[in-house]
């Protein structure tokens, strides 16, 4: 028995939830192929999973929502929004979104954005070893006040940006996804 094994009720709830975040999701091919992926693997949130799985993120704007947090990741040498594989004990994605980020930056308090959800799939370098490409479940999230960031193992820097204004390299996609989050956040 491995200890994945002994996960095995909290592993299906978080598939379960991950199903519920894409139905909510708006419509459309990117959501279709998203679903269509954990429907094809049991083990699609794990990264001992297909060489193509899930991961979470979290896009950290700052409290007033003019800032976004990055870190430069070590081995994307990018900068880009904190995030990164499923653990055993998530029991949902946005959990182990604002997981990944408290582990990543050091900012606790975290508050997640109902319903803001950006969809990403990227090809990965060879850097990753076994995996090949993240299926990334992007959630908007909001920092304290008085957060204060600290470096983490998995990266080089953590700074925060203003949104209009992100450092290079990073995703060129990123831009398009924070303006996205950030505009759910001012709704709501």
Known sequence: MTASDLNIPDRKVLRNNAFEVLRAAAPGAVRDAFEAHLAAYDDALWRDGPPEHFTASAVVFSADG?????????????W?????????GDRSVAGAALREATEESGIDGLTPVPGALFLHRHDL?????????HWDLR????????????????SDD??????DALPEPTDPDLADCIEQLRARLLSA
Not at 66 to 78: E, G, T
Not at 139 to 154: C, F, I
């Open 158 to 163: 953590v700074r925060w940006w203003p949104v």
């Open 125 to 133: 370098v060879a850097a990753f070893g076994r995996c090949t490409a």
């Open 80 to 88: 880009l929004q904190p995030g990164g594989h499923f653990e055993d």
């Open 66 to 78: 003019s800032q976004v947090l990055l870190v430069l990741h070590k081995k994307a040498r990018l």
């Open 139 to 154: 959630v908007a999230a909001v920092a304290p006040q008085d957060a204060r960031v600290t470096v983490s193992d998995e």
